[in-house]
């Protein structure tokens, strides 16, 4: 593999402003047959290239029940993601993936779901989320809780419109005090507290969050009252990586690496981390 | 095998005749550093070790990998094979070349790396064994000898009389080496300077001890962490000069409409190496990132790469602005 | 000497005056000195002062160390010539004069790098500061320990630095280009002349600054060029020329000769020493309408 490093080109097909500084691209390989037989799995994430700048780490945010592109979600807040938020579409960027390790989508069959998300941690989980809802019928109950600083702050302001609707979810949204509007039909609160009124069951129930650190620790304590245990509750780390694939030695948690051993975990795998987050 | 000094000249003459590079200790801005040499009399053999390692033959401190070239939005985006010419490493001490093995590992850990391997396949390696060394030197402290052959095609020992090295192959490529430039070795043999052995570490290292301690997630919170690399500037002169420090960078250097994209090295002693894009740092202070240096010499190298993490070339001990010696620090864990 | 440093170090921590000494300690083989964080009263007698003591500590006062900061506040063992960063740190409104404890040391020179001690102080291994040093006797301290240092350095600037900038002088501007490239090019970005520099206290250094990326960070010979100017600029007026870039750097770069002739152009300009009054600014940093301006043309 002599091109480790080197990305595949890909065309922006859609652009989508998600929330301030946030957008979605829609991307396709320009080579055609990759298009075919690119595969990837829920979880993973890939290097995403503004040629002149560099490149930047974030996860697939579509799921793999969508063929033919990819999708992915970025906050420009860096060189990077400043230079790919400037793109268009219809310009051609650089791709490099995937990488890391997925969900474990296959041994959930059959089993209800509970998605926990805050801020721009809701791509990785969505990933999952269309998953589920592509194939409905493999998962029991589904229960969405998602919250953000404000009202504006909420990404997939469309697709959570269409959750809500659906009568098989139960979807419940929120933004933090202060951050509602006048119109605004959710609840107002932090996630943590908005999940424990939520209340789910732990019973054949598998929860999955991703959100920022303080969000992610509140939230585990609330679900191991609601009686979630460890082997139950996923989470998906994001860190810093350059090279995606296990050699620049950026990513590692202790002597866990980050890329390739993650990003997905289990709660029992990080609580017996090293304390390098 | 006897190779003698005089015969040097001749030997790089050959070797720059294949079209091969011969790198050799040599002295450049004041000190003695592995460079490319055209002729035998700009080898050094008055050295301890060499300032720089000999890792940024196989893994330079920048190369470009692709080049980028943007009209509109059209996008040529062209890959750069690795440029990896034969190399003879001439005089690399045994530690360093022990370090290859590492290096390699972490190279072709699932994914390989062939801008490193390409190089190291392309090399060949003559250590010499050392006869001097210095307080930084520690590598029996890390399990190596200063004879180690570990990492080593052919073997060098001076010679009592200083006027020639003793040659043994060691492997394959080492063999082919002295047939392909044979008139340059003689037979024979000859008896050797005494080797060089480093000083005890005060207090006493043991390897095993600090992997098991490292390998408990609660030494994190030993007080004993900021005691030890407070002092730590930071600077990262010890990663660079390390050679079995593998971090790097990869970055576009260039405008948008033609851009090289580099991988550079880079260090985990750098203060924004782990900085998310968001402004929170898993290592944000100091003390963590040398803890982070610590625990990949001794702990993540020898457990996920099962290769070493550290040969005890002393390098880190030498160049450290304040003196933070990792053997205080590898006595420290072994108590 | 000893004694008295380690009476007083005692002295602060027990008083509560202090909550850490900055100073100099031993290593385990006793062969070299490394700087120590002395909090304990009873850990007072690990301090020493000899001519080994090279390091310039005022870096640990800079805001990069909040670790150390997060202590409370430290005295420091400071020579004259690490006296001077403190004292441009102070009117940079980096280091409050009153959140430090200077224990002066009366110093007769130490040697440019621990390597070259041979157990005697002799003038070849004495860096250049040493042969013209006005502050032997330290100038704005807490304390001094020590007796006073009779020296009155040369009237012209002596030593390796000031013999090569004279030579410098001479070549032409080709040759001076070349002699810089060719140092340059050994640099390998490691920023260890920024680290060890406590004037180099910005939390964001330009090299870490990306939109845009004002240097290129590979080490080549643009990049290199790029940031070893950027660096002496950075100091011209305020580098006091302790010389730890120098020390520090692992390929042998000659900074401080780029770094005493700004000074001696500093000095020519501007009448300006740095290092001196806690008052006045270093002149690249302030305006005055009195500036020269014969250089516009």
């Known amino acids: ?277 | 095998m006897i190779l003698s000094k005089e015969k040097l000249g001749a030997l790089v003459e050959q070797v720059k005749i294949s079209g091969a590079l011969f790198a050799a200790p040599a002295v450049d801005g004041g000190q003695v550093v592995m460079k490319s040499v055209n002729v035998a009399d700009e080898i050094s053999f008055d050295y301890v070790i060499t300032a720089n390692s000999a890792k940024e033959y196989l893994f330079p401190q920048t190369e470009t990998i692709a080049v980028v070239e943007i009209e509109k939005n059209k996008v040529k985006l062209s890959a750069v094979e690795p440029d990896a010419p034969e190399t003879v490493l001439f005089g690399v001490r045994p530690c360093d070349a022990a370090a290859f093995a590492s290096l390699r590992s972490v190279f072709t850990w699932d994914f390989i790396d062939e801008s490193y391997t390409k190089r190291e396949d392309k090399s060949i390696v003559l250590s010499v064994a050392c006869t001097k060394g210095d307080e930084g030197c520690f590598c029996t402290s890390v399990g190596l000898k200063p004879d180690t052959t570990d990492g080593s095609d052919l073997q060098l020992k001076e010679t009592t009389d200083g006027g020639s090295f003793v040659v043994e192959a060691l492997t394959d490529k080492g063999k082919e080496f002295v047939k392909k430039f044979s008139d340059v070795f003689d037979d024979g043999s000859a008896d050797t300077k005494a080797i060089f052995t480093p000083d005890e570490i005060p207090g006493g290292v043991d390897i095993e001890k600090i992997k098991e301690r490292l390998a408990d997630p609660a030494h994190y919170a030993d007080p004993v962490w900021p005691e030890l690399a407070r002092k730590c500037f930071g600077c990262g002169a010890c990663t660079f000069s390390c050679p079995t420090c593998h971090c790097f960078d990869i970055t576009d250097e260039g405008d948008v409409f033609s851009t090289e994209r580099k991988k550079n090295w880079d260090a985990c002693q750098i203060d924004n190496f782990t900085l998310h894009a968001s402004g929170h740092n898993p290592r944000d202070t100091q003390t963590k990132r040398w803890r982070n240096r610590f625990m990949c010499k001794f702990h993540i190298y020898p457990k996920k790469f099962t290769t070493k993490g550290c040969v005890g070339c002393g390098r880190c001990v030498r160049v450290c602005p304040v003196r933070l010696d990792i053997t205080e620090v590898m006595a420290e864990f072994s108590k | 000497m000893e004694e008295q440093l380690r009476k007083e170090a005692r002295r602060l921590l027990t008083e509560g005056e202090v909550a850490v000494v900055i100073g100099y300690g031993w290593n385990s083989r006793k062969t070299r000195v490394t700087p120590v964080f002395i909090t304990n009263p009873d850990d007072a007698d690990k301090l020493v002062f000899n001519a080994l003591c090279v390091n310039n500590l005022s870096i640990y006062l800079t805001r990069k160390y909040k670790d150390i900061k997060a202590l409370g506040k430290p005295a420091i063992v400071a020579k004259g010539c690490d006296i001077k960063n403190i004292v441009i740190c102070v009117s940079e409104g980096q280091v409050a004069r009153d959140n430090v404890y200077i224990i002066g040391m009366s110093c007769t020179g130490v040697v440019y790098k621990q390597e070259l001690w041979q157990g005697e102080l002799t003038d070849n291994i004495m860096p250049t500061k040493c042969h013209n040093c006005e502050v032997r006797n330290p100038h704005v301290t807490d304390i001094v320990i020590g007796d006073k240092v009779d020296f009155t350095p040369p009237e012209e600037p002596t030593g390796m630095v000031f013999d090569k900038i004279r030579e410098f002088d001479r070549k032409t501007p080709k040759e001076r280009w070349d002699f810089w490239i060719d140092h340059f090019n050994r640099c390998i970005k490691c920023y260890a002349c920024r680290q060890a520099c406590s004037l180099c206290y910005c939390e964001r250094c330009i090299t870490d600054k990306n939109q845009p990326q004002w240097i290129e960070t590979s080490a080549h010979e643009r990049g290199n060029l790029a940031w070893n100017l950027i660096r002496a600029q950075h100091l011209t007026g305020r580098c006091t020329e302790c010389g730890e870039c120098e020390r520090a750097c692992p390929a042998n770069i000659p900074l401080n000769l780029v770094n005493s002739k700004q000074a001696l152009i500093v000095k020519e300009s501007f009448g300006y020493k740095s290092g001196f009054d806690m008052e006045e600014h270093p002149p690249m940093i302030v305006y005055k309408p009195e500036d020269k301006d014969d250089f516009i043309k």
């Not at chain 1, 697939?60 to 592109?69: E, H, L, N, V, W």
């Not at chain 1, 919250?147 to 997939?156: F, Q, T």
């Open chain 1, 1 to 277: 593999m002599s091109d480790l490093y080197i990305p595949k080109l890909v065309r922006i097909e859609d652009v989508v402003e998600e929330a301030p500084d946030v957008k979605s691209f829609r991307l396709v390989f320009q080579d055609e047959e990759l298009r075919d037989s690119f595969k990837f799995e829920t979880g993973q994430f890939g290097l995403y290239s503004a040629f002149g700048y560099g490149e930047s780490t974030f996860c697939i945010a579509s799921s793999p029940t969508q063929k033919g592109f990819i999708q992915c979600t970025f906050r420009a807040s860096g060189r990077v993601t400043n230079a790919l938020s400037a793109l268009s579409i219809g310009d051609t960027m650089g791709f490099r993936g995937p990488y890391g390790n997925s969900f474990p989508v296959e041994e959930w069959k059959g089993k209800n779901m509970v998605f926990i998300a805050g801020g721009i941690g809701l791509p990785p989980v969505r990933s999952v989320i269309r998953y589920a809802l592509d194939r409905r019928e493999d998962f029991g109950d589904i229960t969405i809780v998602y919250g953000s600083k404000s009202v504006a702050d909420l990404v997939y302001k469309n697709e959570l419109a269409h959750w809500d609707e659906r009568a098989d979810i139960n979807c419940i949204q929120t933004v933090d005090p202060g951050g509602e509007t006048e119109d605004w039909k959710g609840k107002v609160g932090f996630v943590p507290t908005v999940l424990e009124e939520a209340a789910p069951s732990a019973d054949n129930t598998i929860a999955i969050i991703c959100g920022p650190p303080i969000m992610i620790k509140f939230c585990l304590s609330a679900l191991d009252k609601l009686g979630f245990n460890d082997e139950q509750v996923y989470t998906t780390l994001e860190n810093k990586m350059k090279c995606g694939v296990g050699k620049c030695g950026r990513c590692n948690v202790g002597d866990i690496y980050v890329c390739k051993e993650g990003p997905v975990y289990s709660a029992a795998e990080v609580k017996k981390m090293y304390d390098d987050f």
